[in-house]
């Protein structure tokens, strides 16, 4: 038990660095893992209205909770916690955009590289890919999801772009558990352009 633990503590250590280290590639307008010629397909359109909104409430909240605490002279030291909460959260926050931002989908002629922010990463080799489409999903029930070998990869609940394969890919999900699909659903601001990077004689079946 304490092994599982320690490792998905581990990550998540480093899930915090990375975006970090996102923000920073993001104010310099840097992309991550984009080699020269690469097809990029972003995925950031469907939540940054909401993270945006999101943000400014915590914004908001922040402030009226300190003036509150000061007000009502409680323990600085109780005060700096919350305010430390509350300034975590908004960091995080802003990771999240700048990784999503920084770390798009990629399609090289070797690969599909199928990410979300820092937190997944699946590289997905072209030969294997014999069918993709345009299939929009607006029920998915949360950010990486496995089920009767069919990876899903949303962004706000939604998916809109299918990969059928004809072998299996591994991969490793956010705490660290290993799996494999031959199914992927994803979500790209732009799916008829994934379709189009990915259309050959092999994959003909179209939105």
Known sequence: MRGP????????VVFELKGLLAIGQWIIRRRDGVPDGATVVTYTKAQTFMLSLMLFAMVVETVVV???LVALDVPAWLRFAVLIADVY??????MLAAA???????????ELRIRFGVYFDVRVPVERIVAVRASRNYNESGMV????GRLSVAVSSQTNVTVELS????FVRPFGSRGEATSIRFFADEPEKVVAALRTDRTAEAA
Do not use: N, S, W
Request: charged share 20%; hydrophobic share 55%.
């Open 89 to 94: 959260g908004l960091l995080f926050g802003v």
């Open 167 to 170: 072998e299996p890919v591994a």
């Open 66 to 68: 300190d003036l509150l």
């Open 5 to 12: 633990m320690v490792r998905a503590a581990l990550r998540i």
């Open 145 to 148: 999801i496995v089920k009767d």
């Open 100 to 110: 999503c931002a920084t770390r798009p989908h990629v399609i090289t002629p070797d």
